[in-house]
């Protein structure tokens, strides 16, 4: 198939590997990755229910089974029916974990969904010194952005 000018094909030995991340549409005649539709569909509702409004960020790092690094990104806000929604807007993976790379993934991700550093009131992380660090965490990067933006150590994650 053509896809964005570039020849595609899918491999059946994903189907059978992935068995459990793949479904299969009947009705668009594709394979689509699970997760991904469900994040999709989730991530519509996100931006009309914050509306501009303050949130929460939840950020979590580790490594896959595959041994890549990766960094998981939720938001917990207040919708307009006052309900208090905890949603997850993206796993991102990174070349490394330093609080650079950390930084620029959340920055890149912000972008992308129309959200703003400004409107953070609360960032929740683990206790490693790339996310807390009191000089050079990711924690700090935020809070010269936006004083804010309080931190709540995640010891429980």
């Known amino acids: 198939r053509d896809i964005g000018g570039a020849k595609q094909k899918f491999n059946e030995n994903w189907f059978i590997e992935y068995k459990d991340l793949l479904e299969y549409s009947i009705e668009k005649d594709a394979i689509f990755c699970l997760y ?3 994040l999709d569909q989730i ?3 996100k931006e009309a229910d ?4 303050y949130f929460a960020i ?7 089974v595959s041994i890549k690094e990766q960094m998981v990104i939720a938001v917990r806000y207040v919708n307009k029916k006052t309900e208090i929604i905890e949603r997850l807007i993206g796993i991102v993976h990174l ?3 330093t609080t650079l790379s950390l930084k ?4 890149s991700l912000f972008m ?10 609360e960032q929740g992380y683990d206790g490693a010194s790339n996310m807390r660090g009191e000089f050079n965490g990711l924690k700090m990067l935020i809070m ?3 004083n804010s933006a309080f931190y709540i150590n995640y010891f429980a994650h």
Do not use: F, Q
């Not at 939840?58 to 896959?64: A, C, G, M, T, V």
């Not at 620029?104 to 920055?107: D, G, I, K, P, Y």
């Open 36 to 38: 991904c539709y469900l």
């Open 43 to 45: 991530l519509e509702n």
């Open 50 to 53: 914050i509306d501009g409004d």
């Open 58 to 64: 939840l950020i979590d790092e580790s490594r896959d």
């Open 95 to 97: 070349s490394d974990t």
């Open 104 to 107: 620029r993934a959340l920055n």
């Open 112 to 121: 992308k969904y129309n959200l703003t550093i400004s409107r953070v009131r």
């Open 144 to 146: 010269k952005k936006n």
